[in-house]
């Protein structure tokens, strides 16, 4: 399993276009098959930082979703908005129980 977690910081010339694009890219990620989560949340102290959360299957699924073309699209539209990020990924097994 994989874990990606980490804030990204926007400045957002259109924050409720950009909240749109969020809100897309979460439904379309959440769609891909090895998607376990796929969560942006609004950081309540600071309106311009979100929180980003994600678990995939396993790496061919990670790998899969950066090729999708809505992840594509995304980068195209909000990298620019980006103006600091600190993102970092983890490999996770699971115990079993």
Not at 13 to 28: H, S
Not at 30 to 51: K, L, M, N, P, R
Request: with cysteine; net charge negative.
């Amino acid at each position: 399993m994989i874990i990606i977690g980490g804030i990204i910081q926007f400045n957002f010339e259109q924050r409720a276009e950009a909240i749109g694009i969020i809100r897309q890219m979460m439904a379309d990620s959440q769609a891909e098959e090895g998607c376990i989560a796929y969560t942006f949340s609004v950081d309540v102290d600071a309106e311009d930082t979100f929180h980003l959360y994600e678990v995939w299957k396993n790496a061919d699924a990670l790998a899969a979703h950066g090729q999708m073309p809505h992840y594509a699209a995304f980068m195209q539209k909000m990298r620019p908005q980006i103006a600091a990020s600190n993102i970092k990924r983890y490999i996770a097994e699971i115990a079993p129980s």
